[in-house]
């Protein structure tokens, strides 16, 4: 399974921007998607995860209200809307892709996340 990443760039504070996740490959063998991102000398963290049939999403705290992950089956393709963009959205976001069916509680977990895109750099600029 391969994943590319697309759609970061700079954004004012408050705007908007939308993440694609393209996979190729075997995707059948993915039960899940997430999106995780990764600042400057932070840890990466989770921020959306969804499973491929779009039937259970699940979010980070910190955006939750804000961002919203969606998949294209058609497409093979996952998204991840933000609105409402803060400074501290700043960071390399990431697309995963979840092959065994774990709870959603393990969704956070980067270490179950066998397939990885190379990340997109999105900036907001206060």
């Known amino acids: 399974v391969q994943l590319q990443a697309s759609g970061g760039g700079l954004v004012q504070a408050g705007g908007s921007q939308r993440l694609s996740c393209a996979a190729s490959g075997r995707t059948r063998s993915i039960y899940a998607m997430g999106w995780f991102r990764q600042a400057p000398g932070k840890e990466r963290q989770f921020v959306a995860g969804i499973r491929w049939d779009g039937a259970t999403r699940y979010y980070a705290d910190s955006v939750k209200g804000r961002f919203t992950i969606s998949t294209d089956n058609a497409k093979s393709t996952v998204y991840l809307q933000m609105n409402s963009l803060k400074a501290e959205d700043t960071a390399v976001y990431y697309c995963?892709?979840?092959?065994?069916?774990?709870?959603?509680?393990?969704?956070?977990?980067?270490?179950?996340?066998?397939?990885w895109g190379q990340g997109t750099l999105v900036t907001v600029s206060s």
């Open positions: 995963a892709g979840l092959s065994g069916m774990f709870s959603i509680s393990n969704w956070p977990d980067a270490r179950n996340y066998g397939y």
